[in-house]
């Protein structure tokens, strides 16, 4: 703590950054790693495994094919509609209030203050579509009204509302092709994407795990973060600037099949690269990555201080991050920290990153319009993203899984690996059932047919109704005489 001080008070003087994270040459060469520069002095460190597959198999299986249809309206109140109009892969994410399958996949939600609002309100299927519910609970209804009458509901007495115009209206309809992506399949790569503080080496588990199992692995460090260059620019590390790193690195290494998986800030690298590059985009896992808001710098938060005050706090900042983004403080995770090089930035890079978290165009129209498979994996101790807002992320998104652990935190990737090694390969191995092919037509339908015609036949001719009739006639009256039943065979 008193080294960071001394520090920090040289930092202020000398108006340098301290611990400034430069490129490092690795000691493992051969083990995939390599630094890509992205663009001139913009060093990027990547770790690119291609496994020696024993057994190569081209994609045999046929996958299911998903009809994405979808229409986004959005109103001028800051109200969000949506309506599922396909058929999915998954019907059952979409659930009301009270838990139930939604009837027809409508969903209403508020576009502002997302993260406090409640979940979306169902729509009944058989409600007009002139009629949609308003921020404060009331109808709002289309169309000439009627004079009331006496005697009607006080509903029916209060003014007529004016429809609603939509501001703006989004159409999908577009059909995905997801198939089992196998570790044998050359056509496959897995991208991971840290976030702030991180490194390519928290994912070293899933790194090790995936790449035994035959799959090519790319991981990168964000500029400021590992091994990669750190600029003495703030505007390096804005989201834009830091998703043109992925975008390059993308470019470079992607196969025609791609799964992205990105944890806590790196989801909205990979709901950009998802948005951008839908065709390429396979599936995406996304790990604590919270809801669907678009991004923008807190103008109360604790590192809007200087850097030098930043520093000085460094220790401090350290066990905050090992507390909030574990769920056991123990000796086992601050060695997880250590090994793996997490919260292991300068001042000046957290300060830049936290300040340039500005991304006005990740709302929820914004994620409601992707149609890639992706699973969420969520930490139930996690502090720093509330289970909360991955439910609101499966609301909005069109196919999701929801998955929560309640043994793991926000690194929840170095806290249960195995665990969630397992819930990712089963994830990459999923393909939605293909519908049964159509029944053939019974071959024996035309003999049902003439039977049909024959009990027509037997029921409109008298002479085969009237036996029965005359016996009941006889048994209540016996006034009628008997026919002779033998002479009709």
């Known amino acids: 703590m008193l080294t960071s001080f001394i520090e920090g008070i040289l930092c202020c003087l000398t108006s340098k950054s301290a611990n400034v994270v430069v490129p490092v040459e690795t000691s493992e060469p051969a083990d995939g790693y390599e630094f890509v520069e992205v663009k001139p002095g913009r060093v990027l460190r990547v770790r690119h495994i291609i496994p020696d597959r024993p057994v190569v198999e081209e994609p045999t299986g046929q996958g299911g094919i998903v009809s994405c249809k979808r229409k986004i309206t959005v109103y001028r109140n800051g109200q969000l509609f949506i309506e599922n109009l396909g058929d999915r892969a998954s019907a059952e994410l979409k659930t009301c209030q009270n838990g139930d399958t939604e009837p027809n996949s409508t ?52 003014p007529r509302k004016r429809r609603r115009k939509p501001k703006r209206t989004v159409v999908i309809d577009c059909e995905r092709k997801i198939s089992s992506c196998k570790g044998t399949h050359q056509d496959v790569a897995l991208f991971f994407i840290h976030g702030v503080g991180g490194s390519l080496d928290i994912w070293g588990s899933q790194l090790d795990f995936f790449s035994r199992l035959g799959y090519e692995v790319i991981a990168v460090d964000l500029a400021g973060h590992g091994a990669s260059s750190s600029p003495q620019i703030a505007a390096a590390y804005t989201f834009y600037a830091l998703a043109e790193d992925m975008r390059l690195i993308f470019k470079r290494y992607a196969r025609k099949r791609n799964i992205l998986i990105g944890h806590s800030y790196g989801v909205s690298f990979c709901t950009f690269l998802a948005h951008e590059y839908p065709e390429q985009i396979h599936k995406m896992v996304m790990v604590n990555g919270g809801g669907p808001t678009a991004l923008e710098p807190s103008l109360c938060s604790i590192f809007n201080l200087p850097t030098c005050v930043l520093h000085c706090l460094s220790p401090l900042l350290a ?27 300068s001042s000046f890079v957290l300060r830049a990153m936290m300040s340039g978290q500005y991304w006005p165009e990740g709302d929820e129209v914004y994620h ?15 502090k720093f993203v509330p289970v909360e807002e991955d439910q609101r992320m499966a609301e909005i998104l069109l196919m999701a899984f929801l998955k929560v652990l309640e043994d793991g935190s926000h690194m929840i990737m170095m806290e249960c690996p195995e665990a969630v090694n397992t819930l990712l390969h089963e994830f990459f191995l999923w393909e939605p059932a293909t519908p049964p092919p159509p029944k053939k037509e019974s071959k024996t339908r035309p003999e049902t047919a003439k039977a049909q015609t024959d009990n027509t036949k037997a029921a409109s001719d008298p002479c085969k109704v009237r036996p029965a009739t005359a016996r009941q006639t006889s048994s209540n009256g016996g006034t009628e005489e008997k026919p002779n039943i033998t002479d009709r065979k």
């Open 368 to 382: 409601a319009e992707l149609t890639v498979p992706t699973l969420l994996v969520h930490g139930m101790h996690d």
């Open 319 to 345: 066990w905050s991050f090992l507390k909030a983004g574990f769920a056991r403080q123990g000796a086992k995770e601050k060695q997880l920290l250590k090994d793996n090089n997490a919260f292991n930035v």
């Open 107 to 158: 969903v209403e939600v508020e576009l502002t203050d997302c993260g406090n609002s409640s979940p979306p309100v169902c729509i009944p299927e058989t409600r007009s579509d002139s009629v949609t519910a308003g921020k404060d609970g009331t109808s709002e209804t289309g169309g000439r009204g009627v004079a009331p009458a006496s005697g009607q509901t006080d509903q029916s007495q209060q």
